[in-house]
């Protein structure tokens, strides 16, 4: 079949790439220049485990095309696909500019009829908006031509996105259309053998089914960063309430970490806008608007550690002079994406608070590098080991795999002081305090 999508980030470029291994032609569209030059010359902008292999391959053999030219874009697919952000607006709720920008070019540009996919998180009643801006531009052209808007939203996980997308757990489509329907049902076969993963649906329950899907996941994050922050107070240890409670196969041990707060693309943004859509029905979403603040404050907790250890505000104290060992910069691991990341806001804490940070990350380096350029407090090291060079403690913010049996060693070693502040729990308390390390994690009294 022939594909467009627009919009070649983490969703468009993964689900494009796939979609074009499984034999269908796609043709790729973004208004980024550099990003599609580059994508022409092998350069991968985001990191995906196996997401670079198979971008050659579909591009050298024909089936994946990269090209800034919406016109061509728009008369290749039958099938147009809108996976452009979605960013939250000053209030929260999800800008749908971007989404509205493409449905209108590609009603300046259709000369057949079209089926259009929104396959970026939008709001309930974004189809609506879709459709009504493709229809004004086609009256204005004069034009009768068919087309219909489904939804089918993504459900990829960043880190594993390539095998999300090759095994998905399931495929929402909503639509009006049995043509439509049909036509989507044929898109996916490929990925539809195993058992039916099809689940076809009223248009308004896809989008709603995507925001159900993220604050739900979220909601079990901050339930349990709740549980910790009880933990604590009460002298329990979070690890072994979470072991007690997922060995309960109605709760289960997915997404039942605690730690610094979830960061990433979705989780944050998703939240909050179906927060504004609640409040702009007139409904208050007390379960979601807690889920939110209890986030919020949590990526302050490692700092609430390292201010107590050190006596931050007592007489006038700060970080000057202190250097920290910073070992994860993304959201979680397996990616380089930083948006809302905690290690952020750990770091512009620290340096208000007069500190460097000599920062480590398997994949991130280069995006921290974007964000936050050259500047004296901070220093972008090649290793896990050189960001402990004469630092004065270890700061965990990522899961990453290489993390957790660390040489603690060359950490006692390395840093003038032997204390750990563990936003993601990857050791035992009781073992540190045999290895004479300081030991602050979330959620378990133990130092
Ligand atoms: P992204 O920021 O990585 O990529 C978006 C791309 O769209 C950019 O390359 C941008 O240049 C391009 N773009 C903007 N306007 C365009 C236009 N008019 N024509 C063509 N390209 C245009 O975004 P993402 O993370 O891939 O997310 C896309 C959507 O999918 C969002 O709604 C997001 O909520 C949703 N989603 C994301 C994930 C995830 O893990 N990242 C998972 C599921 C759903």
Known sequence: MKVTFYGIGYVGLVQATVLADAGHDVCCVDIDETRIENLKKGIIPIYEPGLTPLVEKNFAEGRLTFTTDAEFGVNFGDLQFIAVGTPPDEDGSADLKYVLKVAETIATHMNSPKVIIDKSTVPVGTADKVRAQVQSVLGERGSTLEFSVVSNPEFLKEGAAVSDCKRPDR?????????????????????????????????????????????????????????????????????????????????????????????????????????????????????LKAVESVNYAQKNKLFEYISKHYGVGVDGKDLSGKTFALWGLSFKPNTDDMREAPSRVLMEQLWAAGAKVQAYDPEAMEETQRIYGSRPDLSLMGTKESALNNADALIICTEWQNFKAPDFSLIKEQLSEAVIFDGRNLFEPTRMHKKGIVYWSIGRLAR
Do not use: W
């Not at 044929?186 to 604050?215: G, Q, W």
């Not at 933990?231 to 997915?254: L, P, T, W």
């Open 171 to 287: 495929i929402v489509i909503g639509t009006d259309s049995a043509d439509a329907e049909e036509l989507m049902r044929e898109l996916y076969a490929p990925f539809n053998r195993n058992h039916e993963k099809i689940i076809v649906m009223d248009i308004k329950s896809a989008e709603l089914t995507k925001y159900a899907a993220n604050c739900m996941l979220a909601t079990k994050i901050s339930f349990m960063n709740e549980m910790a922050n009880i933990a604590e107070r009460v002298g329990a240890d979070i690890e072994h309430v979470r072991q007690g409670i997922g060995s309960d196969s109605r709760i289960g041990f997915q997404f039942i970490y605690p730690g610094c707060g979830y960061g990433g693309s979705c989780f944050p943004k998703d939240v909050q806008a179906l927060v504004r859509t609640a409040d702009g029905i007139g409904y208050e979403s007390q379960i």
